[in-house]
Nanobody, 123 residues
Framework: QVQLVESGGGLVQAGGSLRLSCAAS????????MGWFRQAPGKEREFVAA????????RYADFVKGRFTISRDIAKNMVFLQMNSLKPEDTAVYYC????????????????WGQGTQVIVSS
């Protein structure tokens, strides 16, 4: 069982940066693939970024490549999303997810979800 708690969201101007954090509890955290997803008002939840168990391989949605970076600290049971060059269209609730299968595979969906953290990017 994995429990996830996101933090770090807020209001930022376009072009600015935010760093989201996801704290995980559960003794087998290191065996889970981790990802970030987002849901804008009136839209479906969409994939943003994922990182594998070892913290090495990553996958990004095309619309964040070069702007967002996912990382994890297994020792601290944390996963992060560094978001730079933010755009108004990045406004959404951002969710952390965990899966036993690799989230680097597009068809994989998380088994566990956090409650989400709101990101608002003003123009």
């Amino acid at each position: 069982q994995v429990q996830l708690v996101e933090s770090g969201g807020g209001l930022v101007q376009a072009g600015g940066s935010l760093r989201l954090s996801c704290a995980a509890s559960g003794r087998t955290f290191s065996s889970y693939s981790m990802g970030w997803f987002r849901q804008a008002p009136g839209k479906e939840r969409e994939f943003v970024a994922a990182i594998n168990w070892s913290g090495g391989p990553t996958r990004y949605a095309d619309f964040v490549k070069g702007r967002f970076t996912i990382s994890r600290d297994i020792a601290k049971n944390m996963v992060f999303l560094q978001m730079n060059s933010l755009k108004p269209e990045d406004t959404a609730v951002y969710y952390c997810g965990a899966a036993r299968n690799s989230l680097l595979v597009a068809s994989t969906t998380p088994t566990y979800w956090g409650q989400g953290t709101q990101v608002i990017v003003s123009s």
